[in-house]
Structures are given as C-alpha cells and as structure tokens.
C-alpha cells in the first residue's frame, strides 16, 4: 500500500508525483481539498534566517509515501470516502510519526462523513454483513429483520438495550434455542461474544467524534498490542473455525487491512468504553 520511504518533498516534487502515477489534474488547489480531508498532512515550513524569509514549505518523507499512495488509489477511479482510510491504517499502524492527530480526525471524518446519519448507514452495513455471517442455520425473515431493527435502533438512539439486542442475536445464531458454541477454542463465537461486539461498534460509532486524543491513542496502542497476536494465531483459529466461519479467520492482507482501519478505530474504542462503564457500574455498586 505504501511503497519505500522517499524523500521529503515540496508541493513541486508532488505535483510531479502525481503527474507521473497518471493524475496529472492534480493542482495546488486539490492539495488544498486533500489536506482538509485529511488525505495528505501539513507541510513543515522552515525559516531562512532573520530576515531572510521561509524556505518553501516542506513534507516529510512519509507523507510524501502517503501522498503517493492516495494518487495512485485516486487514479484508479478510488473516491475520497476509500482514500481516507489509508492515512487512518498508517496512524493505526505506525503513529504520529506518519499522521498527526488533527489529520487523523479529518480523515476519519472523510471515510464516515460528518453526518451522524451517515455513519449509522456505514455502521448498519457492516452489521447487516456480520447477520449474514452468523446466519449459520438460515434463521427465519422475521428473526433476521428483528436483529437488524434492534442494531439499527441502537445506532440511532446512540445507546444499546443490551438484553432486547442479546435476544435478537439469539433467534438469529440460535434458532432452536438451543444454546451453541462454535469457532476456535480462542476465539469461540457465542452470543454473549456476539452481542458483545455489536454493543461494542454502536457505543465505538457513538464516541468516534467526541474521543479525546488519549482515547485515540489508548485505541491504537490496543490494537498495536492485539494485531500481532492475531495474525500469528491466525491460520490456527481459520483450520479449528469450521467451513461456516473460517471466512470470519480469512488471511488479511494490507489491502483488506486498510479497508477494515476504520472499523476497527470504532471497534477499539467501543470496547474502551465498555471496560469503563463496567468499572463505573462496579464502583458503583460496592
């Protein structure tokens, strides 16, 4: 996704860049639009001396790579919804060094849209596709409409009815009603686990625009920690998941990462927020 650290450039060198990889329309003007979308960081401007002016403004060598990257991607057909999410995977995956804080949040704003109602269309989506994922036993068109109700209502309200959710996911994953554990031994899959991760996107949609920057980066610093351990168990959790779910388990390559950065932003900070309100539910409580 990103190619070999160039290096660092002026707005020329860019310009050049994207006429090169075939998006010669490429102006100071969309540079300009770029930025506040939060596709390409701000330059660094350094000074000459007293009295000597600045020299021209400067961008480092990674975002030059991600400047890059964004122009190929956009050449390609690639609108800026999609293009957002590469500087998201490079924050998530090598930190402010790559992209600040501010251009991480216009980004983000990008890939989901500023409008609330938006983001619920884009939170709605991916769990329609997780109700078709646990739909292991073709539940009923009833069943399978409550559960998208149920999400669809949480994501608006911006607030979940835990056990009103819980039993809409048990008529899609449990049928029968009887009670059922699959996937791998580390990773099993049960409707607890299930509902778990539905009340985590819908509370991580909820704070995305309101996290503090130690939020964001408590987030990322999780997901540094969790990713490595994954892929390595990767292959095992795919063979132990069973032909329905090991698509669940598929390999992930940089492509489907940077696809996936936004959700997992949301996912990350979901799950933040559901270990806070359980200590404040515990405090409160002794």
């Known amino acids: 996704m990103v190619e070999d650290r160039p290096d660092p450039a002026i707005l020329d060198d860019l310009l050049s860049d994207a ?5 010669p329309s490429l102006n100071e003007r969309l540079v300009r639009e770029w930025h506040q979308k939060g596709l390409i960081g701000s330059p660094c401007r350094l000074s000459l001396g007293r009295g000597r002016g600045q020299a021209p403004a400067l961008y480092s060598s990674e975002q030059r790579a991600l400047f890059i990257a964004v122009v190929r991607n956009r050449a390609r057909g690639y609108k800026y919804t999609t293009l957002a999410t590469i500087p998201v995977w490079a924050w998530l995956n ?16 990008t890939a989901i849209g500023p409008n ?19 739909d292991l036993h073709h539940a009923s068109y ?17 607030q979940v009815n835990y056990e009103c959710l819980r039993a809409a996911v048990a008529g899609v994953y449990e049928p029968c009603g009887v009670a059922i554990v699959r ?4 990773a099993p899959l049960t409707v607890d686990s299930i509902t778990a991760l539905l009340d985590a996107r819908i509370r991580g949609m909820k704070e995305l625009y309101s996290a503090t920057d130690e939020a964001l980066l408590l987030a990322r610093s999780r997901h540094q920690e969790s990713w490595p351990e994954y892929q390595a168990r990767q292959a095992a959790y795919s063979a132990e998941a069973g032909p329905q779910l090991a698509s ?17 932003v949301v996912l990350l900070l979901g799950i933040e927020r ?12 002794r």
């Open 116 to 134: 609330p109602r938006r983001s619920v269309k884009a939170a709605c989506k991916a769990a329609n596709v997780l109700v078709c994922q646990i």
């Open 19 to 23: 006429d090169r990889l075939g998006f």
């Open 142 to 158: 009833e069943a399978r409409t409550r559960l998208r109700k149920e999400i669809s209502a949480a994501l608006n309200l911006g």
């Open 183 to 186: 996937g791998p031994a580390g």
């Open 248 to 264: 669940l388990f598929a390999p992930s390559d940089v492509t489907k990462q940077v696809e996936d950065s936004v959700s997992e």
């Open 274 to 285: 559901q270990r806070t309100d359980r200590a404040a539910h515990m405090d409160a409580h």
């Open 94 to 109: 090598f930190g402010e060094d790559w992209v600040e804080m501010g251009q991480l949040r216009r980004a983000l704003r």
